[in-house]
């Protein structure tokens, strides 16, 4: 698996009009083609008067899905162009979504491209991007004396805490942007080996 991916930093929205059609831009992060079908479907809902809902999807680290639609505009002149601004900024994991209010005047072939592509553009620039890493995770237990060194070392050293419990011990969720044994031996230090470890999956998180 690859170990990073660049993706939108958050949703977005943008309109455009153009020849007095309206061109609304929607972008998303989305982990899975079924969130991107279902964030489409919700776009389409909320404009269910519009013309055309265009769009396209890269989602993925290894296998990209790559999907793509026209609905309805002449082939070529709206989903692709839409892909390939995705494509040129070397994005994934997103979904931008161009619904069109048709305002009267034919753009042809061309005009109809560069409105699409320009729209899509337009709304990535305001989604912005990150950097998702492969990063470590895991569940650390301890005991509550030791609580105020440890919070103090996790905000030093840029942990992410997930979450936070407290039973019988203090439970605490945590992504790290460290080797894990790395971690797990400075926390070992702090609490002179009081201290319990589980490592969990590695996942996807912005370090930005």
């Given at each position: 698996?690859?170990?990073?991916?660049?993706?939108?930093?958050?949703?977005?929205r943008h309109e455009v009009v153009i020849q007095k059609?309206?061109?609304?831009?929607?972008?998303?992060?989305?982990?899975?083609?079924?969130?991107?079908?279902?964030?489409?479907?919700?776009?389409?809902?909320?404009?269910?008067?519009?013309?055309?809902?265009?769009?396209?999807?890269?989602?993925?680290?290894?296998?990209?899905?790559?999907?793509?639609?026209?609905?309805?505009?002449?082939?070529?002149?709206?989903?692709?162009?839409?892909?390939?601004?995705?494509?040129?900024?070397?994005?994934?994991?997103?979904?931008?979504?161009?619904?069109?209010?048709?305002?009267?005047?034919?753009?042809?072939?061309?005009?109809?491209?560069?409105?699409?592509s320009k729209t899509a553009a337009e709304v990535l620039?305001?989604?912005?991007?990150?950097?998702?890493?492969?990063?470590?995770?895991?569940?650390?237990?301890?005991?509550?004396?030791?609580?105020?060194?440890?919070?103090?070392?996790?905000?030093?050293?840029?942990?992410?805490?997930?979450?936070?419990?407290?039973?019988?011990?203090?439970?605490?969720?945590?992504?790290?942007?460290?080797?894990?044994?790395?971690?797990?031996?400075?926390?070992?230090?702090?609490?002179?080996?009081?201290?319990?470890?589980?490592?969990?999956?590695?996942?996807?998180?912005?370090?930005?």
């Open positions: 698996m690859h170990k990073q991916y660049r993706t939108v930093k958050q949703r977005a059609s309206r061109f609304i831009g929607d972008a998303f992060h989305v982990s899975s083609e079924q969130e991107a079908l279902q964030k489409l479907h919700d776009i389409k809902s909320e404009f269910s008067d519009a013309t055309h809902h265009c769009y396209a999807y890269i989602v993925g680290q290894e296998s990209l899905t790559q999907r793509f639609n026209d609905d309805g505009e002449p082939g070529g002149t709206a989903g692709m162009p839409i892909l390939q601004v995705i494509q040129n900024r070397g994005l994934t994991n997103v979904l931008v979504v161009v619904t069109r209010y048709f305002g009267g005047i034919k753009l042809g072939a061309n005009g109809l491209v560069r409105a699409y620039d305001r989604a912005g991007t990150k950097e998702m890493v492969l990063s470590p995770s895991g569940m650390v237990y301890l005991d509550y004396s030791f609580i105020g060194q440890v919070e103090y070392f996790l905000r030093q050293k840029g942990v992410h805490i997930v979450d936070m419990k407290y039973s019988d011990k203090v439970i605490i969720k945590v992504i790290v942007p460290i080797a894990w044994d790395d971690f797990c031996s400075m926390l070992k230090e702090i609490c002179g080996g009081r201290v319990q470890f589980k490592e969990l999956t590695p996942v996807f998180h912005s370090w930005e």
